[in-house]
């Protein structure tokens, strides 16, 4: 007891220097997380948070019997699902090619093309979207001179959900590819040399060699996607939809933002819905986590947890 | 002998294969840039222009009305001062705390460091949601003010981690010695670790700095008064509108003549993204790098 007491004291300087960043956790993490219990609640504006008087699993009882809820969450998860057929592969072709594309500066400039778009807020991009796919815009003009009909893109509700697609692709695939292409440059060149030898055709060596090396990437980042199965990309979602389309675009986060801020403020089924989305995910995250790890990925935390087992191991090493 | 390898390196410039997959990305790269050349032609257009012909590629007789309705209006100014103000405030204090944080963080077992890790980790799993940040922010009399938009945004995790991972790179050696030499906690920090932590410094401070710059939902969710929304709720806002021209009657008559709606949203769209475009090529290094040493060592 004394030597901890002596080792806290000796870390004092340490503990100051994270002090500052304690409160923030305390204060804006930890404090809203207390503030979930509100889903137990009925929340009552004048006593509070703390104050309000318990109701159980009322929230959640309402929550359940309400179909656009349920709606929602299907909703979401089939978005999801088809994000992982459509858009997931994307980012793999195009480090592929990259990587098979010979010039160098003209590669560099392509790169910066290509992931430029991530960086700018969804609040832009729908912008720039909305103005080229409107009936007015460039690329209806385009089927017009080509003889074909207007297309509604996104006014329309079957067209909604492919454009969810298209324009996450556009956005973040560029980005996305890094990954990747890191992945490739780890390859030994040496197993390029020896297919050569053996007169493997460029092709043959993108399919036999580069594609199955990277696979435990892919095989990583397709899990660690998983885990989202249950986040609805919010700020897309909310920013390329409009009324023409809001019936096919309340996923799970525009329900929780309508019944939040839009419809009847009851703040304690809007926070029942919340924490039925928080606890949804951080098991999907932990499973996802889980499954990343057996694969020899470093999980979603990977960087921190390796670092805590180098220090083992040498902690071990200075033991034995 | 020669002229076979002479061949084959002939070979090599001309197959195929390296014409297909420079077209496939050069048609890539096109697809990006469209869209972003559109923007900028149809914010020069003049609303007639562009109803007949919405395929041009130069606008033939270029107009800065949109600019100048823009100008004029005011509101996109606002906004960026408002940005400005977020930046100012939150950019320091993210640095400051992040950078502290995983210094701390970094540093080998000291009691407690473990449960302050999970405890931090596992804000990147589960959080409160929307509802109770709101209501923690309206107790603490935040709401209303830029500062709630900081508060709620100042930290990241991620961030964090890369900062980690960085800092446990450096050699202990050069730790030990300078604590041999009787320097503290703070000085080290100071002295040894941030000399040598330029790299990943720039990488926070630019990722902190694109998602301030990008921050829009907290604002929704806090800010009420549209004379203290930052940037993108501005244009947000904008695009949002149907009819801008009808909604500002006074300017019309001081214009002379109806606005060229399409031209005003794309005119706000190039102002609120340009800084990033001018930066970004720039500053590409540091992102790309900043994303190689975080959590995708493979």
Redesign the interface.
């Known amino acids: 007891m004394r030597r ?1 007491g002596k ?2 004291w ?2 004092r ?3 100051i ?2 002090l ?3 409160v ?2 305390f ?10 219990t ?1 889903a137990f609640k009925d929340f009552n504006a004048s006593l ?2 703390w104050g309000s008087p318990w109701s159980g699993l009322d929230n959640f009882r309402d929550l359940f019997h309400d179909p656009a809820f349920l709606r929602s969450v299907w909703r979401t998860l089939a978005i999801n699902i088809g994000k992982l057929i459509v858009s997931f592969p994307v980012p793999v072709a ?1 480090a592929l ?2 990587n ?4 160098r500066r003209y590669s560099k400039a ?8 991530n ?3 969804w ?2 991009t ?7 796919l ?1 009936n ?3 690329v ?3 089927l017009q ?1 080509m003889g074909f009909d207007i297309v509604n893109f996104l006014g329309s509700e079957k067209m909604f959900i492919p454009m969810l697609y298209l324009s996450e692709i ?1 956005k973040t695939s ?1 980005w996305s590819a ?2 990747y292409m ?2 490739i440059s780890g390859i030994d060149a040496e197993q390029y040399e020896a297919a050569q030898l053996d007169g493997a055709s ?2 043959q060596m993108m399919m036999h060699i580069t594609l199955p090396s990277i696979a ?2 892919i095989i ?1 980042m397709f899990i660690l996607a998983s885990g989202n199965l249950m986040t609805s990309s ?2 897309q979602v909310f ?1 390329l939809s409009n009324a023409a389309t809001k019936n096919v675009a309340e996923v799970l986060d525009m329900y ?2 309508r019944i ?2 839009q419809s009847s403020t009851d ?1 304690s089924f ?2 029942a819905a ?2 039925f ?3 949804v ?2 098991i999907l ?2 499973a996802a986590d889980w499954g990343a790890k057996r694969m020899g ?2 999980g ?5 947890q ?3 087992g ?2 083992e191991k040498r ?1 071990a090493r200075k033991a034995a | 002998m020669k002229r076979e390898k002479q061949e084959k390196r002939h070979k090599r410039k001309f197959s195929k294969l390296d014409i297909a997959i420079f077209i496939i990305l050069t048609l890539g790269a096109i697809v990006i840039i469209v869209p972003f050349w559109n923007v900028l032609v149809v914010s020069f257009a003049t609303q007639k222009e562009y109803a007949d012909n919405p395929l041009m590629l130069f606008p033939q007789s270029p107009t800065l009305d949109a600019y100048k309705y823009l100008f004029k209006d005011g509101k996109i100014w606002q906004g960026y001062i408002n940005t400005f103000k977020l930046l100012i405030m939150g950019l320091p204090l993210s640095v400051f705390l992040t950078t502290t944080m995983a210094y701390g963080l970094s540093r080998p077992n000291f009691p407690g460091r473990k449960v302050i890790m999970y405890l931090v980790v596992f804000t990147m799993i589960f959080n409160g949601g929307i509802v109770p940040m709101y209501l923690v922010m309206r107790q603490l009399g935040l709401t209303g003010s830029l500062w709630a938009v900081t508060f709620s945004t100042c930290f990241s995790v991620f961030n964090m981690i890369l900062m980690i991972n960085y800092f446990q790179s450096i050699p202990d050696s050069l730790i030990e010695s300078a604590r041999l030499d009787g320097a503290g906690e703070w000085k080290i920090l100071l002295k040894i670790i941030l000399p040598l932590s330029k790299p990943i410094m720039a990488t926070i401070t630019l990722f902190y700095g694109v998602s301030i710059w990008n921050e829009w939902y907290d604002a929704m969710i806090f800010i009420r008064d549209p004379q203290k929304l930052p940037l993108q709720n501005v244009l947000r806002s904008i695009i949002q509108e149907t009819e801008i021209a009808t909604s500002a009657t006074g300017s019309i008559a001081a214009m002379g003549g109806p606005q060229f709606d399409d031209g005003i949203k794309m005119a706000a769209v190039f102002l609120t993204m340009v800084p990033i475009m001018c930066f970004y090529p720039f500053l590409q290094k540091y992102f790309t790098k900043g994303i190689m040493v975080g959590a995708v060592k493979m």
């Not at chain 1, 098979?100 to 010039?103: A, Y």
């Open positions: 901890l080792e806290i000796k870390n300087a340490l503990y220097m994270l500052p960043g304690l923030w956790f204060i804006f993490a930890y404090m809203p997380m207390g503030g979930l509100l509070g948070i195009l090619l990259f098979e594309l010979r010039m392509l790169q910066t093309v290509f992931t430029f778009p960086f700018l807020s609040v832009i729908s912008g720039i979207i909305i103005n080229i409107s007015s815009g460039l209806n003009g385009l001179t556009w560029g890094i990954i890191a992945s460029r092709f435990p990437t990583v919010f700020d920013n929780i933002y939040t801020f703040f809007s926070t919340s924490l989305r928080s606890v995910n951080m995250l932990l990925g470093t979603l935390f990977g960087g921190v390796k670092g805590e180098k220090r902690k």
